[in-house]
């Protein structure tokens, strides 16, 4: 049966326990979602309490972390999503990517229904990848790739 979280405060707890087993047994997100089966960011974000596990997904996970039953199972409960609350980010990674919306959303937004109509790319229907290449100029760039489902507004 798939059962569902009302309040966000179990998975925060089971996500700081499980990024502190994660540093103690020094694994890799990588790792984890190579026991999981699934991509490393689903995992991440499941893992950090923004999705609900496929069963042996989260019980590979758990037994990978050292953590119990019962945390295998609510690692399995849909969870209450969001991960940033109120107000402006102020970790300096997280408020860069409210500063690319803020100063690139309406760009977006536009690029998109130029291109697709009236409707919305899904969070749902979703993949998320992040890399590392050199950059030409010297040092490093991250191609963080979005690729959602597009979902038409339907008049009714």
Excluded at 13 to 22: F, S
Excluded at 68 to 85: E, N, V
Excluded at 121 to 127: D, G, H, L
Aim: no cysteine.
């Amino acid at each position: 049966m798939v059962h569902a979280q009302f309040d966000n405060s179990a998975r925060q707890q089971l996500a700081i326990a499980a990024v502190e087993a994660k540093t103690r047994r020094d694994l890799s997100w990588q790792r984890i979602a190579d026991a999981a089966g699934l991509s490393v960011a689903f995992v991440t974000a499941a893992v950090l309490g923004q999705h609900a596990l496929p069963e042996p997904a989260a019980k590979a996970v758990a037994e990978l972390l050292g953590l119990d039953d019962d945390a295998a199972l609510l690692l399995q409960t849909i969870p209450t999503r969001g991960s940033i609350p109120g107000g402006i980010p102020t970790d300096p990674t997280i408020y860069r990517f409210y500063e690319m919306l803020q100063v690139y959303g309406t760009t977006l937004k536009a690029l998109v229904h130029e291109e697709f109509g009236d409707g919305i790319i899904s969070a749902i229907n979703f993949k998320l990848d992040v890399k590392k290449v050199a950059d030409p100029e010297g040092g490093e760039r991250a191609v963080i790739t979005l690729d959602g489902k597009y979902l038409p507004t339907k008049p009714f």
